[in-house]
């Protein structure tokens, strides 16, 4: 069910005195960090905002009402198949709570769920078509299985070599799904990217397609923290503090260069290293290394091609009155744009709860991802949520925050192979990070906890230091059938 990659062998601990400065403390960051640090490294963590988690961190905000409450970029999914991210939310004691579904609502007010779907592959994706009022047996037979087959055996990088050309919407229109199921089955998929299918490559949603149906036993039901995001990581900066590590909040790093065999890293002053992983998201990368005398002109050519996604918005609403009971904590959408999803955070936050016990209200967030129109976007989410739940029409808004963010990777067609590596250009350098590319099946929250553990093992390994294993989902099709057919087609 599950594939395990062993780490290089080595001493247990790193000698005395070994130092590495991570520069970024989001997932990727501290994810490279503890698996430093539990090897006896000595880590210097930076992390330009005053809190820790990147784009899955958290603030807090003073709402009307005088009372602070948590704040953040929006929900994230902690889907099973996160297997690092959530080995390392374990070792600090993080408290996840399941959700009882994934409902997907198109515009004709059809909900397709994947509650109760059998749990393994290939019956788990024929169980979804075959009671989905969306995708039905009728539309199945249109699909031309021949244009389909690459979804059936995904290897990595075997998938970006076949389908990385060819953007998401003109795969999907070869394969010849139906719009209505493509608007659920696979653009709530590629909009998790913050890109349109037509910006988005068809390798990376073939691989999401393998990472959730066809080579994974967990599916589509997810868990959710019930901290709120600005005390989620707070357990394990602490954990790394009992390790030795350094932690450096609201404090930016202006450059890197190679001193001797080391390195010095430039921020409010100078701090020498051994090594340095770099986990940062696009935007800083390009911005440190053009700043930094690091590495051969191609490699920084390499950096400075990494694109940002479109534009996305959160948009959070503390309302008067409480959402009716039955509407799900999280609902995604298709087809109804800008709407990509609903949650209801009071059924899960912990903040969330306690501000609409108090109040008798709910605490209700709408999100539209890859956004074409700024000026209109917030209006039109606010009208999306009285056409989906009528009842917030007579709600009134006693709070409204909105998050516009530009800051996440763009996995356009073509760029899987120009993607940087982990192992930097010179000894000692690595690179971490949700858009630093690795051969293995994993995506989004998982694919930064990944890359930090590998960047960190990279390093390790350079000292004869043992690294941490890793587990993912196979690396192929897990259905022999499947795969043979994928083969013969």
Same mark, same amino acid.
């Given at each position: 069910?599950?594939?395990?990659?062993?780490?290089?062998?080595?001493?247990?601990?790193?000698?005395?005195?070994?130092?590495?400065?991570?520069?970024?403390?989001?997932?990727?960051?501290?994810?490279?960090?503890t698996?430093?640090?539990?090897?006896?490294?000595?880590?210097?963590?930076?992390?330009?905002?005053?809190?820790?988690?990147?784009?899955?961190g958290?603030?807090?905000?003073?709402?009307?009402?005088?009372?602070?409450?948590?704040?953040?970029?929006?929900?994230?999914?902690?889907?099973?198949?996160?297997?690092t991210?959530?080995?390392?939310?374990?070792?600090?004691?993080?408290?996840?709570?399941?959700?009882?579904?994934?409902?997907?609502?198109?515009?004709?007010?059809?909900?397709?769920?994947?509650?109760g779907?059998?749990?393994?592959?290939?019956?788990?994706?024929?169980?979804?078509?075959?009671?989905?009022p969306?995708?039905?047996?009728?539309?199945?037979l249109?699909?031309?299985?021949?244009a389909?087959?690459?979804?059936?055996?995904?290897?990595?990088?075997?998938?970006?070599?076949l389908?990385?050309?060819?953007?998401?919407?003109?795969?999907?229109?070869?394969?010849?799904?139906?719009?209505?199921?493509?608007?659920?089955?696979?653009?709530?998929?590629?909009?998790?990217?913050?890109?349109?299918?037509?910006?988005?490559?068809?390798?990376?949603?073939?691989?999401?397609?393998?990472?959730?149906?066809?080579?994974?036993?967990?599916?589509?039901?997810?868990?959710?923290?019930?901290?709120?995001?600005?005390?989620?990581?707070?357990?394990?900066?602490?954990?790394?503090?009992?390790?030795?590590?350094?932690?450096?909040?609201?404090?930016?790093?202006?450059?890197?260069?190679?001193?001797?065999?080391?390195?010095?890293?430039?921020?409010?002053?100078?701090?020498?290293?051994?090594?340095?992983?770099?986990?940062?998201?696009?935007?800083?990368?390009?911005?440190?290394?053009?700043g930094?005398?690091?590495?051969?002109?191609?490699?920084?050519?390499?950096?400075?091609?990494?694109?940002?996604?479109?534009?996305?918005?959160?948009?959070?609403?503390?309302?008067?009155?409480?959402?009716?009971?039955?509407?799900?904590?999280?609902?995604?959408?298709?087809?109804?744009?800008?709407?990509?999803?609903?949650?209801? *955070?009071?059924?899960?936050?912990?903040?969330?709860?306690?501000?609409?016990?108090?109040?008798?209200?709910?605490?209700?967030?709408?999100?539209?991802?890859?956004?074409?129109?700024?000026?209109?976007?917030?209006?039109?989410?606010?009208?999306?949520?009285?056409?989906?739940?009528?009842?917030?029409?007579?709600?009134?808004?006693?709070?409204?925050?909105?998050?516009?963010?530009?800051?996440?990777? *763009?996995?356009?067609?073509?760029?899987?192979?120009?993607?940087?590596?982990?192992?930097?250009?010179?000894?000692?350098?690595?690179?971490?990070?949700?858009?630093?590319?690795?051969?293995?099946?994993?995506?989004?929250?998982?694919?930064?906890?990944?890359?930090?553990?590998?960047?960190?093992?990279?390093?390790?390994?350079?000292?004869?230091v043992?690294?941490?294993?890793?587990?993912?989902?196979?690396t192929?099709?897990?259905?022999?059938?499947?795969?043979?057919?994928?083969?013969?087609?």
């Amino acid at each position: 069910m599950r594939e395990r990659h062993p780490a290089p062998a080595g001493r247990p601990r790193a000698e005395e005195g070994r130092r590495v400065a991570v520069i970024g403390g989001g997932i990727a960051g501290l994810s490279a960090a503890t698996t430093l640090a539990e090897r006896g490294v000595a880590v210097d963590l930076f992390e330009r905002r005053p809190y820790w988690g990147g784009r899955a961190g958290g603030w807090t905000v003073t709402l009307t009402d005088g009372g602070t409450t948590g704040m953040s970029r929006g929900f994230h999914a902690f889907f099973r198949q996160y297997y690092t991210l959530r080995a390392l939310l374990a070792r600090a004691g993080a408290e996840l709570r399941p959700l009882p579904d994934y409902p997907l609502a198109g515009p004709d007010g059809r909900v397709d769920t994947f509650r109760g779907l059998p749990r393994t592959p290939p019956w788990n994706a024929a169980g979804f078509v075959l009671r989905s009022p969306t995708f039905t047996v009728t539309d199945l037979l249109r699909v031309d299985p021949r244009a389909a087959l690459p979804l059936l055996d995904v290897t990595v990088p075997g998938i970006y070599r076949l389908l990385d050309a060819v953007d998401a919407e003109e795969f999907l229109a070869r394969v010849r799904f139906p719009e209505a199921a493509r608007h659920l089955a696979f653009d709530v998929f590629s909009r998790s990217f913050f890109a349109p299918p037509r910006r988005l490559s068809a390798g990376e949603l073939a691989l999401m397609f393998h990472l959730y149906f066809l080579g994974s036993a967990e599916g589509l039901l997810f868990d959710v923290p019930t901290a709120p995001f600005h005390l989620l990581w707070a357990p394990l900066a602490d954990r790394l503090a009992r390790l030795g590590t350094v932690a450096h909040p609201a404090t930016a790093v202006t450059a890197v260069e190679r001193h001797g065999k080391g390195f010095v890293v430039h921020a409010d002053r100078a701090y020498p290293a051994d090594g340095v992983v770099l986990a940062l998201d696009p935007a800083g990368l390009r911005a440190l290394v053009a700043g930094s005398p690091l590495g051969p002109p191609e490699w920084r050519e390499r950096i400075a091609r990494q694109e940002n996604a479109p534009p996305f918005l959160v948009r959070r609403l503390w309302l008067d009155r409480p959402v009716r009971e039955d509407r799900p904590a999280f609902l995604a959408t298709g087809g109804m744009p800008p709407l990509d999803n609903i949650s209801v *955070l009071d059924r899960y936050d912990r903040d969330a709860a306690a501000w609409a016990h108090r109040s008798g209200g709910s605490v209700v967030e709408v999100h539209a991802y890859a956004v074409s129109e700024p000026d209109t976007t917030g209006d039109r989410l606010l009208a999306r949520l009285h056409e989906v739940y009528p009842e917030t029409r007579r709600a009134r808004i006693l709070d409204d925050r909105a998050e516009w963010r530009a800051d996440c990777p *763009l996995f356009a067609p073509g760029t899987f192979f120009w993607r940087p590596e982990i192992a930097g250009p010179v000894p000692g350098l690595a690179l971490a990070g949700d858009g630093i590319r690795v051969d293995l099946p994993v995506a989004l929250m998982e694919r930064a906890a990944v890359t930090g553990r590998l960047a960190a093992n990279h390093l390790l390994a350079g000292w004869g230091v043992a690294g941490h294993a890793l587990t993912t989902v196979p690396t192929h099709g897990r259905t022999r059938a499947l795969r043979a057919l994928a083969r013969l087609g």
